[in-house]
């Protein structure tokens, strides 16, 4: 900004766009995955978001109407059923299966996910630098 000022004025639309966007990310991803990682291991934790860019891409298609190649739909069926497979065989263990814990962090996957496709969406109204200023705004004010 100091070089380039920058435009932050957004008409009502554009506002209510961004807001939706910042309530996915930062807002519910953040809290999600940090009360899910309170509540599970870090090693399921992990485990569980190598399924996030297979969570993208199926969104990216469902609602951006992006194609899928094949290969893409099988490695993502392969990564899904690995992480339910390596979860399955944890719980059989001794560990113990963190269910409250997991589900946030699938939660922190989905609203990551859901992120990455609004704002691939909202790029065609509003400048990115602009919905990053706002997004670290308003994850300043609630994440403080």
Known sequence: MAIRPINLRLNKKELKIVLIISLFYPIIF??????????????????????????????ASLFLKEQMKRIQGIGIFLSIAGVIFLQVMNSSGNYGFHLIGNLLIVL???????????SRSATKTVAPIQ?????ISIGFLFLM
């Open 30 to 59: 953040f809290n999600s995955q940090i009360l899910g990682l309170d509540q599970t291991t870090v090693t399921e934790a992990g485990i569980i978001q190598a399924i996030a860019p297979a969570i993208t891409v199926l969104l």
């Open 131 to 135: 919905i990053t200023i706002y997004i």
């Open 108 to 118: 922190s996957i989905l609203a990551t996910a859901i992120w990455q496709v609004l």
